[in-house]
């Protein structure tokens, strides 16, 4: 099994920027792509950035330009810096991990998942 662990969630001011991260434990060797998506209110859980690691990326039209997601192989980790955080970037943002050749897109591709945090972007 895979263990997903998400932090540094809270709350910030539109226009302010966050930094959430993920660290995988486990039967590592199961995973290849590891990344984030979120979930509102109301709405179906929607992807926001994943990568593989060979590096291929994959973000949400929504993000690009405005959140990087990165990688640090050694610890198992992913990062998603968040800027120029929008009120619509208010969600519940959950660690998704899988073994793919590809980069998957859709949520139903992956198998592992963390309890998720919370960011909400208000004033």
């Known amino acids: 099994q895979v263990q997903l662990v998400e932090s540094g969630g809270g709350l910030v001011q539109p226009g302010g920027s966050l930094r959430i991260s993920c660290a995988a434990s486990g039967s590592i060797s199961r995973i290849n792509v590891m990344g984030w998506y979120r979930q509102a209110p109301g709405t179906q859980r929607e992807l926001v950035a994943v990568?593989?690691?060979?590096?291929?990326?994959n973000y949400a039209d929504s993000v690009k330009g405005r959140f990087t997601i990165s990688k640090d192989d050694a610890k198992n980790t992913v990062h998603l810096q968040m800027g120029s955080l929008k009120p619509e970037d208010t969600a519940v943002y959950y660690c998704?991990?899988?073994?793919?050749?590809?980069?998957?897109?859709?949520?139903?591709?992956?198998?592992?998942w963390g309890q998720g945090t919370q960011v909400t972007v208000s004033s």
């Open positions: 998704a991990a899988v073994w793919s050749i590809g980069v998957p897109r859709y949520s139903h591709q992956y198998d592992y």
């Open positions: 990568i593989s690691r060979g590096g291929s990326i």
